[in-house]
Every structure is written in structure tokens, then in C-alpha cells.
């Protein structure tokens, strides 16, 4: 079978799974810290972090999440998950593990909040976790903002990915990446693989702005990008303008 054949039939037969809208519950499920520490927020959610969402429905924090050192805040295990902050931060204190772990589940959202501050990923979502959105999050200070390869059809929306140290958004094929400011990570800005990149704002990131295949980008503003790349490099590689961008000093 063809590996889009193959996808879309795992997508159907995930669909089946939960028929005449059984995907989330009745009431949003809340997660607090007092809550995290006691364990029993899902089925197999074992005492202190991560915090494991092992079933499909809503999840809203109640509180800041700060997990202790080597732990993981929230891991989703489940698919059909999503994952309201509610304005609140999951702090990582430089000592943490992974922030959001998503372990190949698909068709999840997280926003609203902040993950800041974990030695790995803010978010990483694993083969084959596909179709997640990310919207209105704040990502700042962990190793990459968000990394998400070699998933499939992400939605990037509308973020603040921020003084990572390695990449600020990267995804897969047919990855939508919009409205996002990804600026000051220590290496790509946007990476992504195939897919859209519109009207995001990419400043002095330390390898490509944006980088791509097979990727349409337009109405962006790239400024300083490649610090670390020869003088003169080009801020952005593998991509095709759809409309006019802005980039300065060096061309696009």
C-alpha cells in the first residue's frame, strides 16, 4: 500500500474508533500541580510527572506545571487530545525533560500557554503523530521550540516560539505554518519539509529563517538570519515565493 494510502487508512480507522461524537468528553478534565503529584488524571497516570493523558477529550490546566529534574511534564498517549493551558505556564526550571511529549498519537491541539525552560523539546511529537495544531502558545527557552518530524499536517498558528537553543519550529510534509514570530533560536527559524509558511516574523535565528523542499512561503519578514552562515548567505532555502517577502540585509 502506498504510504499516503497507508495514512489515510490509519486515519479512518482511528476515526471508527469513536463514532457519533464520542471524542471528548462531557466536561474538560483539569489539570492542576496538586493533582499531578497524586496521579489518577487518566488511567495509568501514575503518581508525580509526567502528567499521562492516556484517553481522547479535553484537558485544561488549573495551575502552573513544574516538573522536577530528568521528568517530562504532560506525555498524551492517547489520540483525539486536546490540551487547553488556559494562560497557564509549564515551567521546566532548565531541569526538566520534554515539556509536551506526544508519543505517535495524531489529531491533538495545544494552546493557549506557555512551555518554557526545559532541557529537551518544548513540544515533540513523534512518527506517527500527525495532524496536531499549536496555536497561541508561548515557546521559549528549551532546546527546540517545537519538533514535530517526520509528522504530517500540522497547523502552526498564531505563536511566540522564542531564545531556543536549537531549532524554533520544525515539522514535516503538509505542514501549515502561520502568524508566528520565531526569532533568536540558535539554529532554523521555520523548517518546514513541504507545506505553507505565511506572514510569520523570523529575525536572527542562527541557521536558515526558513527552510523547506517542496514549501510555498509569502508575506513574511526575515531579518538577520544565518548569524552563524557566511556574510551574505541567503536566509532561506528550499522554498517558493507566493508573494512578495521582506529580508534583510541579505536576500531571500
Same mark, same amino acid.
Given at each position: 500500500m502506498p504510504a499516503r494510502a497507508s495514512v489515510a487508512a490509519a486515519f479512518l480507522s482511528a476515526f471508527a474508533l469513536f463514532p457519533h461524537g464520542s471524542v471528548a468528553a462531557d466536561s474538560p478534565i483539569v489539570?492542576?500541580?496538586?493533582?499531578?503529584?497524586? %496521579? +489518577?488524571?487518566?488511567? *495509568?497516570?501514575?503518581?508525580?510527572?509526567?502528567v499521562t493523558i492516556s484517553q481522547p477529550g479535553s484537558y485544561v490546566l488549573g495551575s502552573h506545571l513544574l516538573p522536577p529534574s530528568n521528568k517530562n511534564g504532560i506525555l498524551v498517549t492517547a489520540d483525539f487530545v486536546d490540551i487547553d493551558m488556559n494562560g497557564f505556564r509549564?515551567? %521546566? +526550571?532548565?531541569?526538566? *525533560?520534554?515539556?509536551?511529549?506526544?508519543?505517535g498519537k495524531s489529531f491533538g491541539k495545544i494552546h493557549d500557554g506557555t512551555i518554557a525552560n526545559f532541557k529537551y523539546d518544548g513540544i515533540r511529537i513523534l512518527s506517527p503523530g500527525n495532524a496536531w495544531t499549536v496555536e497561541k502558545m508561548q515557546i521559549v527557552?528549551?532546546?527546540s521550540g517545537i519538533y514535530a518530524d517526520p509528522s504530517l499536517y500540522m497547523r502552526i498558528l498564531s505563536n511566540s516560539v522564542l531564545l531556543n537553543f536549537n531549532h524554533g519550529i520544525y515539522c514535516g510534509n503538509s505542514c501549515h505554518v502561520e502568524g508566528n514570530t520565531?526569532?533568536?533560536n540558535g539554529h532554523i527559524g521555520i523548517r518546514a519539509l513541504t507545506g505553507t509558511v505565511l506572514g510569520n516574523t523570523v529575525y536572527s535565528n542562527g541557521f536558515f529563517g526558513i527552510l523547506g523542499a517542496n514549501t510555498g512561503f509569502?508575506?513574511?519578514t526575515?531579518?538577520?538570519?544565518?548569524?552563524?552562515?557566511p556574510a551574505g548567505a541567503p536566509q532561506v532555502s528550499g522554498v517558493v515565493a507566493l508573494h512578495p517577502n521582506i529580508c534583510l540585509p541579505t536576500p531571500c
Open positions: 489539570i492542576t500541580q496538586t493533582k499531578a503529584a497524586a %496521579g +489518577g488524571v487518566t488511567p *495509568g497516570d501514575t503518581a508525580g510527572f509526567p509549564l515551567y %521546566g +526550571g532548565n531541569v526538566a *525533560g520534554y515539556g509536551v511529549y506526544v508519543q527557552r528549551n532546546s520565531s526569532s533568536d509569502g508575506n513574511n526575515l531579518v538577520g538570519n544565518r548569524a552563524n552562515g
